[in-house]
């Protein structure tokens, strides 16, 4: 559905949804990376990107570090999508021969239709919000600062009570 990037940036925004506090809490690349168990050089990359697209804006030097431009619930998981995938409202036919309704549509064109609809619902109706609300419902924290993932699954509403982990 969607490649590493974009992947990797709905991480890095959604880490970011998690401790926003009206534009106070800023994180690092570093941070971020660490706690969403990325590679610190590709979301730095991807943040910079993402500030180039003004979903977040970036200050550096010691107390600077990212923040969303907007509130989580003014940013959809589409604004990141259309940046890192390309977007194409025309589908492929898995069988060949081109666009899948030029001419006779293929046996599962109706159902491909129906699926990229529903995708772009998802994307569109989705916002950072609901990363943000995760955490408070649950009552769960975010990963601590200072604590270091081993993959992005882990950190997502991990219990802040988790000792930091050593870094060589």
């Not at 590679?39 to 990212?66: C, D, E």
């Not at 995760?134 to 802040?160: I, M, T, W």
Request: net charge positive; charged share 25%.
């Amino acid at each position: 559905m969607y490649g590493k990037q974009t992947e990797t940036a709905i991480a890095a925004m959604s880490r970011l949804a998690e401790v926003w506090d009206n534009g106070k809490t800023r994180l690092s690349a570093i941070e971020i990376a660490d706690q969403r168990g990325l590679p610190r050089a590709m979301v730095a990359k991807i943040l910079s990107t993402l500030s180039q697209a003004g979903l977040v804006k970036g200050s550096p030097g010691p107390g600077g570090g990212y923040l969303l431009a907007r509130a989580p619930n003014e940013l959809s998981l589409h604004e990141v999508y259309e940046i890192f995938e390309r977007v194409d409202n025309s589908l492929n036919c898995p069988f060949g021969g081109g666009v899948c309704g030029v001419g006779a549509p293929c046996a599962i064109h109706d159902r491909l239709v129906s699926m990229q609809v529903s995708v772009q619902k998802l994307l569109n109706e989705t916002t950072f919000e609901i990363f943000r609300k995760a955490v408070q419902e649950d009552g769960l924290k975010p990963v601590a600062k200072g604590v270091r993932v081993e993959n992005a699954r882990e950190s997502f509403r991990a219990a802040q009570t988790r000792k930091p982990r050593t870094t060589k």
